[in-house]
Nanobody
């Protein structure tokens, strides 16, 4: 089992920045991918970015060049630095980790943190 605690959401004006944090605890040794998803009202949850255990990153086209995902393995924490925010980035952002223990896969979610970008 993995527990995730997110922080860092809030209200920001367009063009501003925010940094989200997600601290993992529990069976963190089993994590092989950490990422961020978001869900806007009336829309499906979508991938924002993820980083694999080998350091490979992947970003949604809509955030490339503006958002950066990073991790601090010593702190079991993953970050999402969001710059040049746009009103369309407004959503609830969820931290996600995927685990693999001898082929048994797991999928864990944070509680979500609201990001609101005003125009």
């Amino acid at each position: 089992q993995v527990q995730l605690v997110e922080s860092g959401g809030g209200l920001v004006q367009a063009g501003g920045s925010l940094r989200l944090s997600c601290a993992a605890s529990g069976s963190t040794f089993s994590i092989n991918r950490k990422g961020w998803y978001r869900q806007a009202p009336g829309k499906q949850r979508e991938l924002v970015a993820h980083v694999s255990s080998d350091g490979t990153t992947n970003y949604a086209d809509s955030v490339k060049g503006r958002f950066t995902i990073s991790r601090d393995n010593a702190k079991n924490t993953v970050y999402l630095q969001m710059n040049s925010l746009k009103p369309e980035d407004t959503a609830v952002y969820y931290c996600n980790v995927k685990t693999d223990v001898m082929g048994r896969r797991g999928d864990y979610w944070g509680q979500g943190t609201q990001v609101t970008v005003s125009s």
